[in-house]
């Protein structure tokens, strides 16, 4: 096997080309445009640091790719999805959580601290990495850093911009920030909940049946229309077609001219 060139796999597809070259993956065929601005490339591909050399933050497809992860220096997984398979135990060490109502915080809290004591790099992943494992991070950092939730989700935020947690989930981190504080702190970033709109506000001003409005009065004028003009005494004519000069003179006095292929009328 030849040796290879590069030690920095690809961000995009994990292999080992020189993708800032523009050169084509022999494996997978991936190619990045010299005129593509590369610099959040790695999103997809590298899970997000929330905290320097020790905590990560990913979905399942980041948990997939084992060489990436080695480059990184992650040697644990939490696995906060049952139905995500576990796909490397030879080489990671994994822990998975109950697929429980509500989450397992402090198991899960439980095993990230100890990763911390073993100075070990943890990812924590989910399908997609946008509700469940940031849940489980955003715990974490409110139980061992001591933050409120308001802090630790904007945190989380920052370092991960396709966080997007249901109400659900955000639900039970305020009852968590209430366990762990006893009261959860007001102006929380909760996910809108837009209510129905008021009747009486898409009125467009118009009154309502029962209003005692007063109906607005208009101009009793009446406007000039286009069609109230004289009438132009011009008299009827009439017109036959193919007619004679002589023929609509006759025409006039109602005389009509005989023709030699009319047959008289008996009487």
Excluded at 222 to 243: C, K, M, V, Y
């Amino acid at each position: 096997m030849r040796k290879r060139e590069r030690e920095n796999p690809c961000g995009i597809c994990g292999h080992y080309h020189k993708y800032e070259e523009g050169e084509v993956c022999g494996i997978c065929g991936h190619r990045v445009p010299l005129s593509t601005d590369q610099s959040g490339v790695h999103v997809s591909a590298f899970p997000s640091e929330i905290l320097p050399d020790f905590l990560y933050l990913g979905s399942y497809d980041n948990a997939s790719r084992a060489e990436l992860l080695k480059t990184q220096g992650i040697s644990r997984v939490l696995n906060t999805v049952p139905a995500c398979q576990n796909l490397y135990k030879n080489s990671f060490t994994y822990h998975c959580l109950q697929d429980e109502t509500p989450l397992p915080f402090d198991d899960a809290i439980q095993f990230l601290e100890q990763c911390r004591k073993d100075k070990a790099r943890v990812l924590v992943h989910c399908m997609s990495g946008k509700n469940r494992s940031p849940a489980i991070v955003i715990a974490y950092l409110m139980k061992s850093k001591g933050w409120r939730l308001n802090q630790s989700y904007q945190w989380v935020k920052e370092q991960r911009p396709s966080v997007d947690l249901i109400p659900a989930i955000y639900q039970q981190l305020q009852q968590y920030e209430q366990q762990i504080f006893g009261s959860v702190e007001s102006g929380n970033p909760v996910p809108p909940v837009f209510p129905l709109p008021d009747t009486a506000a898409i009125a467009f001003g118009f009154p309502k049946a029962s209003d005692n409005s007063s109906t607005p009065a208009f101009s009793s004028v009446p406007a000039t229309s286009i069609f109230d003009r004289p009438a132009l005494n011009i008299p009827p004519q009439e017109f036959t077609f193919g007619a004679h000069k002589n023929e609509i003179l006759n025409n006039s006095f109602g005389v009509t001219p005989a023709n030699g292929n009319d047959t008289p009328m008996e009487n």
